[in-house]
């Protein structure tokens, strides 16, 4: 075996207390705490439980609860009452009496006073509770004897129908001063919301006040609330998570402590509870008992390293222990809260009232019951040796369940329909199918939480996970593709039309007819057909079984009690509901003590409404089905409770139902909790009264919505069934119409036509025929081609070709005769023919060929030379149309007879073109070449004596050369004279004065357009 972590040790040992009683002590309070049980919409029950010292003769206790909301706007007061007598804490042992029975004992003893009140707020808002008394017993970490105070709040702005956290363990602990110490108060939650702990200070208050300014802390220096709170020479810690105390205290005496316990849900904080008690720490070295676990008989769990079993929902685990004293001859007995905290587990024991217990404990919890779960073990010791000491110690063992991966339990789709999955409850989700059904790729997705499924047919898919926190959990989801009704087309197989034309149709439906649509009212007569029963809860949504819900049509603690609920037609339809004669509604209710309802009333009404408001409070127009003065009992065990309708109400499937459900007690009765579904819209309007019936016009609580809604289960008749199955056919032009069975279609291509009927379950239900209509086609059109070439004839869309030509010859000029593409070249012109063949229609086409001779073209004008920058025009013949190229130097080159101008060497190129067929294209050229040659005449004398005549020696016939050099000299070889390119020539002058009459010598470089250059050398005389 092995020890249980020493954290969760719960040590509540009650010693004998040595001290004196003093009459000072006035009211003597040594502790308490407020809690409220939720009751109905704002409604609560308060109690106090208030731990006095019996060493006092005063019985006084607090009377009166105060409150008031966090903005101040709203206070007051109620009284409480005393529930019995007051019963001791914990008695001493026979023969050894303590103050509470003999006031004159030294041994101390407390009783227990517990009060009540039930109060109903006056609003929604967030709350504080108080109460208060004079005074406290004397202790050491606060000064004289302050007034006893302690409170408790509420936030009702979100949530509703939710309790506060509980104590489980006794306070006024007694322990023995410098011995280590772990003491628990063993705070639960009854509605599983999350806990933590925080270690105020005690305080103190007097008078009821609209806020929290009166009151004061009372813990004095150098006591903390870190880890000193009391003399523990700082050794106190406190788990905020469990709310474990470990500690030694060091200094005897009473020391006082308060402990908050603040509950969450979704992060939210919704209530705080604080328990204010007194601690003895007294001189004593008694032997106390301890727990361990036995190791080896943990099955399903897994105990970490801080002590906590881990366990997942939807499996069992188990586990034993064993609890041993080491004093003589101990007298063992184990009490548990396995009820309270882990609710469907047993818990056995052998060996009671020995010295050796063995406990075994067995749970099987489910996704519900996710968190973590305080089981506490109180282990006593009754030996009671002198001077009576009852030996006693809670041991905690944390069990945290795991949440399960939560899917859908089963729904149907239509054929070529898909759904969405989801799961929850884990992170990594692996999707899988089980043989049989549709394949692994009709999921959109395998790992991931919510994949969408579209099965062709019956499908089991299963989601498991196997890494989200050591769970590995597997649940199902079947779904049922309808394949129940069929429709077919006649013909059957797909038709061929060589034409396009009408072709008769006709369609068969095979299935159960769709069901009339009863308009929504009252039904006029019982029905003959047959009566059915279908259970409705939202699609896919899983029900709960928690207890409280509002959506409850009895919550048996208040007298009278109206309830809307708006079901979406929607769900109905999925439940497997159509339209019909409803009979009876019926509730289905948790196992509790039992009870029943009498007085009730029941109106249903369709509506367009898809969601109700409470705002605009209960809907009116409501038809009465239900009025009913006896009693309904609802059986301890749970269940469906029917309610038979006198008068029958029809339900059309096009709309959603309003039901509205109302009861009148005499008196209150047991509650009884519903099955239920969460839901995305406000789905119930509910309103109370405890003072008479709201059945009747009678005024209940404001009407408040709920997001939830019951299960429930109708009773109906069937409508009958349609006379005819409905038609719609598509894709193509029906005669005389599309909503018949048996049209006409218009047939010009090729397609699918469909006809679709819905069946029963709503499901299209469908049909295709494939009408092929041959198309042939030949893509060649009638052309022309050039003597000598080729033409690729083609066709298309067809299943056989087959080509003639002139007289549907057997071709002599295509490269295929039977192909789709040929090429043709014929030596004439031709007419082809095609006759193509599919499915047996037949089809014929031609195409003309005409055959084009070239353009007899020829230039008249043969190669030639010309002089430079003359020129010379060009003569063709033999076709309709002319091209010229290059066009460089010709005067116009589509003219027959273009001139060209002689510049540089040229091969002029013409395209001869003939209108018949302008792609028949002939050629020719002529080569036109260059002269450059031109004489040069150059002076031998000139005379510049001013009379215009032979004034300047220059060229005198220079065309289209160029000057590159021209210079004369004198007779001693100076230059005198230098042209500059633009023969202008000399004036006889150098430098503006005459020259001498004599001869002179010149050089002149001439360059001809073809590059060449000539020199001229020679003299001239100058003659004045």
Same mark, same amino acid.
Request: aromatic share 10%.
């Given at each position: 075996?092995?020890?249980?972590m020493?954290?969760?040790?719960?040590?509540?040992?009650?010693?004998?207390?040595?001290f004196?009683?003093?009459?000072?002590?006035?009211?003597?309070?040594?502790?308490?705490?407020?809690?409220?049980?939720?009751?109905?919409?704002?409604?609560?029950?308060?109690?106090?439980?208030?731990?006095?010292?019996?060493?006092s003769?005063?019985?006084?206790?607090p009377?009166?609860i105060?409150?008031?909301?966090?903005?101040?706007?709203?206070?007051?007061?109620f009284?409480?009452?005393?529930?019995?007598?007051?019963?001791?804490?914990? @008695?001493?042992?026979?023969?050894?009496p303590?103050?509470?029975?003999?006031?004159?004992?030294?041994?101390?003893?407390?009783?227990?006073?517990?009060?009540?009140?039930?109060?109903?707020?006056?609003?929604?808002?967030?709350?504080?509770?108080?109460?208060?008394?004079?005074?406290?017993?004397?202790a050491?970490?606060y000064?004289?004897?302050?007034?006893?105070?302690?409170?408790?709040?509420?936030?009702?702005t979100?949530?509703?129908?939710?309790?506060?956290?509980?104590?489980?363990?006794?306070?006024?602990?007694?322990?023995?001063?410098?011995?280590?110490?772990?003491?628990?108060?063993?705070?639960?939650?009854?509605?599983?919301?999350s806990?933590?702990?925080?270690?105020?200070?005690?305080r103190?208050?007097?008078?009821?006040a609209?806020?929290?300014n009166?009151?004061?802390?009372?813990?004095?220096?150098?006591?903390?609330?870190?880890?000193? @709170?009391?003399?523990?020479?700082?050794?106190?810690?406190?788990?905020?998570?469990?709310?474990?105390?470990?500690?030694?205290?060091?200094?005897q005496?009473?020391?006082?402590?308060?402990?908050?316990?603040? $509950?969450y849900?979704?992060?939210?904080?919704?209530s705080?509870?604080?328990?204010?008690?007194?601690?003895?720490?007294?001189?004593?070295?008694?032997?106390?008992?301890?727990?361990?676990?036995?190791?080896?008989?943990?099955?399903?769990? +897994?105990?970490?390293?801080?002590? /906590?079993?881990?366990?997942?929902?939807?499996?069992?685990?188990?586990?034993?222990?064993?609890?041993?004293?080491?004093?003589?001859?101990?007298?063992?007995?184990?009490?548990?809260?396995?009820? =309270?905290?882990?609710?469907?587990?047993?818990? !056995?024991y052998?060996?009671?009232?020995?010295?050796?217990?063995?406990?075994c404990?067995?749970?099987?919890?489910?996704?519900n019951?996710?968190?973590?779960?305080?089981?506490?073990?109180?282990?006593?010791?009754?030996?009671?040796?002198?001077?009576?000491?009852?030996?006693?110690? +809670?041991?905690t063992?944390?069990?945290n369940?795991? @949440?399960?991966?939560?899917?859908?339990?089963?729904?149907?789709?239509?054929?070529?329909?898909?759904?969405?999955?989801?799961?929850?409850?884990?992170?990594?989700?692996?999707?899988?199918?089980?043989?049989?059904?549709?394949?692994?790729?009709?999921?959109?997705?395998?790992?991931?939480?919510?994949?969408v499924?579209?099965?062709?047919v019956?499908?089991?898919?299963?989601?498991?996970?196997?890494?989200?926190?050591?769970?590995?959990?597997?649940?199902?989801?079947?779904?049922?593709?309808?394949?129940?009704?069929?429709?077919?087309?006649?013909?059957?197989?797909?038709?061929?039309?060589?034409?396009?034309?009408?072709?008769?149709?006709?369609?068969?439906?095979?299935?159960?007819?769709?069901?009339?649509?009863?308009?929504?009212?009252?039904?006029?007569s019982?029905?003959?057909?047959?009566?059915?029963?279908?259970?409705?809860?939202?699609?896919?949504?899983?029900q709960?079984?928690?207890?409280?819900?509002?959506?409850s049509?009895?919550?048996?603690?208040?007298?009278? &009690?109206?309830?809307?609920?708006?079901?979406?037609?929607?769900?109905?339809?999925?439940?497997?509901?159509?339209s019909?004669?409803?009979? !009876?509604?019926?509730? $289905?209710?948790?196992?509790?003590?039992?009870?029943?309802v009498?007085?009730?009333? *029941?109106?249903?009404?369709?509506?367009?409404?898809?969601?109700?408001?409470?705002?605009?409070?209960?809907?009116?127009?409501?038809?009465?089905?239900?009025?009913?003065?006896?009693?309904?009992? *609802?059986?301890?065990a749970?269940?469906?409770?029917?309610f038979?309708?006198p008068?029958?109400?029809?339900?059309?499937?096009t709309?959603?139902?309003?039901?509205?459900?109302?009861y009148?007690?005499?008196?209150?009765?047991?509650?009884?909790?519903?099955?239920?579904?969460?839901?995305?819209?406000?789905?119930?309007?509910?309103?109370?009264?405890?003072?008479?019936?709201?059945?009747?016009?009678?005024?209940?609580?404001? &009407?408040?919505?709920?997001?939830?809604?019951?299960?429930?289960?109708?009773e109906?008749?069937?409508?009958?069934?349609?006379?005819?199955? +409905?038609?719609?056919?598509d894709?193509?032009?029906?005669?005389?119409?599309?909503?018949?069975?048996?049209?006409?279609?218009?047939?010009?291509?090729?397609?699918?036509?469909?006809?679709?009927?819905?069946?029963?379950?709503?499901?299209?239900?469908?049909?295709?025929?494939?009408?092929?209509? #041959?198309?042939p086609?030949?893509?060649? $059109?009638?052309?022309?081609?050039?003597?000598?070439?080729?033409?690729?004839?083609?066709?298309?869309?067809?299943?056989?070709?087959?080509?003639?030509?002139?007289?549907? /010859?057997?071709?002599?000029?295509?490269?295929?005769?039977?192909?789709?593409v040929? +090429?043709?070249?014929?030596?004439?012109s031709?007419r082809?023919?095609?006759?193509?063949?599919?499915?047996?229609?037949?089809d014929?086409?031609?195409?003309?060929? $005409?055959?084009?001779p070239?353009?007899?073209?020829?230039?008249?004008?043969?190669?030639?030379?010309?002089?430079?920058?003359?020129?010379?025009?060009?003569?063709?013949?033999?076709?309709?149309?002319?091209?010229?190229?290059?066009?460089?130097?010709?005067s116009?080159?589509?003219?027959?007879?273009?001139?060209?101008?002689?510049?540089?060497?040229?091969?002029?190129?013409?395209?001869? *073109?003939?209108?018949?067929?302008?792609?028949?294209?002939?050629?020719?050229?002529v080569?036109?070449?260059?002269?450059?040659?031109? #004489?040069?005449?150059?002076?031998?004398?000139?005379? @510049?004596?001013?009379?215009?005549?032979?004034?300047?020696?220059?060229?005198?016939?220079?065309?289209?050369?160029?000057?590159q050099?021209?210079?004369?000299?004198?007779?001693?070889?100076?230059?005198?004279?230098?042209d500059?390119?633009?023969?202008k020539?000399?004036?006889?002058?150098?430098?503006?004065?005459?020259?001498? *009459?004599?001869?002179?010598?010149?050089i002149?470089?001439?360059?001809?357009?073809?590059?060449?250059?000539q020199?001229?050398?020679?003299?001239?005389?100058? =003659?004045?």
């Open positions: 075996m092995t020890k249980f020493r954290p969760y040790l719960v040590a509540a040992l009650i010693a004998i207390l040595f004196s009683s003093s009459s000072a002590r006035a009211t003597h309070c040594a502790g308490g705490e407020i809690t409220y049980e939720w009751v109905s919409d704002s409604t609560y029950k308060f109690t106090l439980h208030f731990y006095r010292d019996c060493s003769t005063l019985t006084s206790s009377a009166t105060c409150y008031y909301n966090a903005d101040g706007t709203r206070s007051g007061s009284a409480l009452t005393q529930v019995g007598t007051a019963t001791e804490v914990s @008695p001493g042992c026979p023969g050894f303590t103050t509470c029975t003999q006031i004159t004992s030294s041994l101390p003893g407390y009783r227990e006073h517990i009060l009540t009140a039930t109060f109903t707020l006056p609003g929604r808002s967030n709350w504080t509770f108080y109460t208060y008394l004079s005074a406290r017993n004397g050491l970490n000064t004289g004897q302050p007034n006893f105070y302690v409170d408790a709040t509420l936030d009702n979100q949530y509703q129908g939710y309790s506060s956290p509980v104590f489980s363990v006794p306070p006024v602990p007694y322990v023995c001063v410098n011995q280590p110490y772990a003491y628990n108060n063993g705070a639960v939650d009854p509605n599983s919301d806990l933590a702990f925080e270690m105020v200070s005690p103190a208050a007097s008078g009821c609209a806020n929290s009166g009151v004061t802390s009372i813990l004095n220096a150098p006591y903390n609330l870190t880890n000193n @709170p009391f003399a523990s020479s700082n050794s106190f810690v406190l788990s905020p998570i469990s709310g474990q105390m470990n500690f030694t205290p060091s200094i005496g009473a020391w006082a402590l308060a402990v908050k316990v603040k $509950k849900r979704h992060g939210q904080l919704l705080t509870i604080v328990r204010d008690m007194q601690m003895q720490v007294i001189p004593c070295n008694s032997a106390q008992p301890t727990l361990t676990t036995i190791a080896s008989s943990i099955v399903g769990a +897994t105990l970490d390293n801080a002590g /906590v079993l881990q366990a997942c929902a939807n499996s069992s685990l188990s586990f034993c222990f064993n609890s041993t004293s080491s004093s003589a001859n101990p007298v063992l007995v184990a009490t548990d809260n396995h009820a =309270i905290a882990t609710p469907g587990a047993t818990l !056995s052998t060996g009671q009232a020995t010295g050796s217990i063995t406990g404990f067995s749970w099987t919890p489910n996704t019951d996710t968190g973590l779960k305080a089981l506490t073990i109180t282990i006593k010791d009754s030996t009671c040796l002198p001077p009576g000491i009852l030996m006693s110690q +809670t041991f063992i944390p069990i369940i795991r @949440p399960a991966t939560i899917t859908k339990v089963s729904a149907s789709i239509c054929p070529r329909g898909s759904l969405q999955l989801v799961s929850g409850g884990a992170s990594n989700v692996s999707w899988h199918v089980l043989g049989g059904g549709a394949a692994i790729s009709s999921l959109s997705c395998t790992s991931c939480a919510s994949p499924a579209t099965p062709d019956n499908t089991v898919y299963f989601a498991s996970s196997t890494t989200l926190m050591g769970c590995g959990n597997v649940d199902t989801v079947s779904v049922a593709v309808d394949h129940s009704t069929f429709i077919t087309i006649t013909p059957t197989d797909s038709v061929v039309l060589c034409r396009p034309g009408l072709m008769q149709l006709d369609a068969n439906v095979t299935g159960l007819r769709p069901f009339k649509n009863l308009a929504c009212t009252i039904a006029p019982v029905p003959a057909t047959p009566l059915v029963q279908v259970e409705v809860k939202p699609y896919l949504i899983p709960q079984n928690g207890n409280g819900s509002l959506a049509p009895l919550i048996g603690n208040r007298i009278s &009690a109206r309830h809307q609920y708006l079901v979406h037609a929607s769900d109905m339809k999925r439940a497997g509901m159509f019909g004669t409803i009979k !009876s509604l019926a509730f $289905k209710f948790l196992s509790s003590l039992g009870s029943s009498s007085n009730v009333k *029941i109106a249903l009404k369709c509506t367009p409404l898809t969601a109700l408001d409470q705002n605009s409070g209960f809907e009116g127009g409501m038809i009465p089905v239900y009025n009913s003065a006896s009693t309904v009992n *609802i059986p301890a749970g269940g469906f409770v029917s038979d309708f008068t029958l109400y029809n339900w059309d499937t709309q959603n139902l309003i039901i509205d459900i109302c009148s007690n005499a008196v209150n009765v047991n509650m009884a909790d519903c099955y239920y579904a969460n839901t995305s819209y406000p789905a119930t309007l509910y309103s109370f009264s405890n003072t008479g019936s709201i059945c009747n016009g009678g005024i209940g609580s404001v &009407a408040a919505a709920q997001n939830q809604l019951p299960v429930m289960r109708f109906y008749y069937e409508a009958p069934e349609s006379e005819a199955w +409905t038609y719609k056919w894709h193509a032009v029906y005669e005389p119409s599309a909503n018949i069975k048996s049209p006409e279609a218009y047939i010009s291509v090729p397609k699918n036509i469909y006809v679709h009927t819905i069946d029963r379950y709503g499901c299209v239900v469908s049909d295709t025929l494939y009408v092929y209509l #041959p198309t086609e030949m893509l060649s $059109k009638d052309t022309s081609i050039c003597e000598g070439t080729t033409v690729d004839l083609v066709a298309k869309n067809a299943q056989y070709y087959q080509w003639y030509e002139d007289g549907f /010859v057997t071709p002599a000029t295509l490269s295929c005769a039977a192909c789709a040929t +090429t043709a070249k014929p030596s004439r031709t082809y023919y095609l006759i193509t063949t599919d499915h047996g229609c037949l014929t086409f031609s195409v003309y060929i $005409k055959l084009t070239y353009p007899a073209l020829k230039i008249l004008t043969a190669d030639t030379v010309v002089k430079y920058g003359t020129y010379v025009q060009l003569r063709s013949t033999g076709a309709d149309k002319y091209y010229w190229y290059p066009q460089q130097y010709l116009d080159p589509l003219l027959s007879n273009p001139v060209a101008s002689a510049v540089e060497p040229m091969y002029y190129h013409v395209i001869g *073109i003939a209108d018949s067929n302008r792609n028949c294209l002939s050629y020719d050229s080569r036109v070449s260059i002269d450059y040659s031109d #004489p040069v005449m150059i002076p031998t004398a000139f005379t @510049p004596n001013g009379d215009n005549l032979n004034d300047v020696f220059r060229i005198v016939n220079l065309t289209f050369r160029k000057i050099e021209f210079r004369i000299f004198d007779r001693w070889g100076k230059e005198v004279y230098t500059d390119g633009t023969n020539g000399w004036d006889g002058r150098l430098n503006g004065r005459d020259q001498e *009459i004599g001869v002179y010598n010149y002149i470089r001439i360059a001809s357009p073809d590059g060449i250059a020199v001229y050398k020679g003299d001239v005389t100058l =003659i004045r």
